[in-house]
Nanobody, 123 residues
Framework: VQLQASGGGLVQAGGSLRLSCLVSGQKLGDLAVAWFRQVPGNEREGVSYSSGSGRTTTYYSDSVKGRFAISRDDDGNTAYLQMNNLVPEDTAVYYC????????????????WGQGTLVTVSS
């Protein structure tokens, strides 16, 4: 499975961005997908998760709950992360991951990763 993340950029606090994760090599509908983020010097943290294979369940970290929304276009093999009301603390490199086999917000649970896309929120 290959993942390609895109959509990052520079935005002012209070603004919005939508990240995309294009999946190839396997049907997105069969995969759980998550978004993680990482600030240099810090561990990669999970922010959002969407289960696959039929009924979709979503989870969010407390830091983004109510502001971020994960969605998926299984026909287009693309997952999204809509980020609203951004704050400077959201500045990070964002990664999409697929192929969950354990705890949904543990890095080691995922076999496939995208290359990361930088989100910078200015105050």
């Amino acid at each position: 499975v290959q993942l390609q993340a895109s959509g990052g950029g520079l935005v002012q606090a209070g603004g919005s961005l939508r990240l995309s994760c294009l999946v190839s090599g396997q049907k997105l509908g069969d995969l759980a997908v998550a978004w993680f983020r990482q600030v240099p010097g810090n561990e990669r943290e999970g922010v959002s998760y969407s289960s696959g294979s039929g009924r979709t369940t979503t989870y969010y970290s407390d830091s983004v709950k109510g502001r971020f929304a994960i969605s998926r276009d299984d026909d287009g093999n693309t997952a999204y992360l809509q980020m609203n009301n951004l704050v400077p603390e959201d500045t990070a490199v964002y990664y999409c991951a697929a192929g969950n086999s354990g705890s949904i917000f543990e890095v080691r649970s995922y076999a496939s990763w995208g290359q990361g896309t930088l989100v910078t929120v200015s105050s």
